[in-house]
């Protein structure tokens, strides 16, 4: 996030996925919260990935509109991150239809775990839940009541390569077994297990591999019970994650042009508006 922001800065729209459990409450609501302490000058919004109702006025057609109409004509007026952290392609395909529909000149940002950042997160739930070895930062001990981990993800084939990143620098830390999975395609949570068996691992923990909204708990705690593992919380709003959101909104705001109605962007990915 830029030390300071220019005035009319773009909008940063959190988009819910319309799997969202807890609509633009919970975690989303909390991620906004720490966004807007942190940031007093920016125009945070939620949003959902409205794909049906258009009379929504919490869907993400009607905060685009709100967003443009509060700025000059053809300034670029939003930047759209879609709260999930391995690539949701249903997700970013309804944001691009929304951004057309609605006529903003909104760009989309990607918050991908092909970094530390989210390990380290990942590293904290499951010390939270005593399934990994709590880190030195936190200066507090733990017994490890696991010995494998599986990721889990959700987004298909694509998000389970993604987070296969992850996974390694995540086994890197805990010097344990981890493996990438998925909630809704192949390699599923079924299958990771089986191969972790294979090697011995007989105590497994599932980590969510998902801010929260986009993934059905039911869906986490069913595939949890089917391996007979225990399961840690996702990563919410821990402050990892909220700082690759700004980091996401930084990078898109640093792209655009500061000629108005001419600037044009191709968002981290380079998935376009």
């Known amino acids: 996030?830029?030390?300071?922001?220019?005035?009319?800065?773009?909008?940063?729209?959190?988009?819910?996925?319309?799997?969202?459990?807890?609509?633009?409450?919970?975690?989303?609501?909390?991620?906004?919260?720490?966004?807007?302490?942190?940031?007093?000058?920016?125009?945070?919004?939620?949003?959902?990935?409205?794909?049906?109702?258009?009379?929504?006025?919490?869907?993400?057609?009607?905060?685009?509109?709100?967003?443009?109409?509060?700025?000059?004509?053809?300034?670029?007026?939003?930047?759209?991150?879609?709260?999930?952290?391995?690539?949701?392609?249903?997700?970013?395909?309804?944001?691009?239809?929304?951004?057309?529909?609605?006529?903003?000149?909104?760009?989309?940002?990607?918050?991908?775990?092909?970094?530390?950042?989210?390990?380290?997160?990942?590293?904290?739930?499951?010390?939270d839940a005593g399934l990994a070895r709590a880190d030195r930062v936190r200066m507090f001990s733990i017994t490890t009541s696991a010995d494998g981990i599986i990721l889990a993800t959700v987004g298909g084939e694509e998000a389970v390569g993604t987070a296969s990143v992850t996974a390694f620098l995540l086994a890197a830390r805990l010097a344990l077994p981890v493996m990438a999975a998925s909630l809704d395609a192949k390699p599923s949570i079924e299958d990771a297990a089986v191969q972790l068996e294979s090697m011995g691992v007989t105590r497994i923990a599932l980590a969510p591999c998902v801010i929260g909204p986009e993934a059905d708990p039911e869906a986490i705690e069913e595939a949890a019970m089917v391996i007979g593992a225990k399961c840690c919380a996702p990563l919410g709003a821990h402050g990892n994650v909220v700082k690759l959101i700004s980091l996401a909104y930084g990078q898109v705001l640093n792209q655009l042009k500061p000629s108005g109605p001419d600037a044009s962007v191709s968002p981290p990915g380079g998935r376009h508006r």
Request: no cysteine; charged share 15%.
């Open 1 to 127: 996030m830029p030390a300071s922001l220019p005035e009319g800065a773009p909008a940063l729209v959190l988009a819910v996925p319309d799997a969202g459990a807890d609509g633009l409450a919970g975690v989303t609501a909390e991620i906004a919260i720490v966004l807007r302490v942190d940031n007093p000058a920016l125009d945070v919004r939620t949003a959902r990935i409205d794909q049906g109702g258009r009379g929504d006025p919490a869907g993400i057609r009607a905060v685009l509109a709100d967003a443009a109409a509060r700025r000059p004509a053809g300034s670029p007026s939003a930047v759209v991150i879609p709260q999930v952290v391995t690539p949701h392609p249903a997700s970013f395909r309804a944001v691009r239809e929304a951004i057309t529909t609605s006529g903003a000149n909104a760009h989309i940002g990607e918050v991908f775990n092909t970094n530390a950042l989210l390990a380290e997160a990942l590293h904290h739930r499951l010390a």
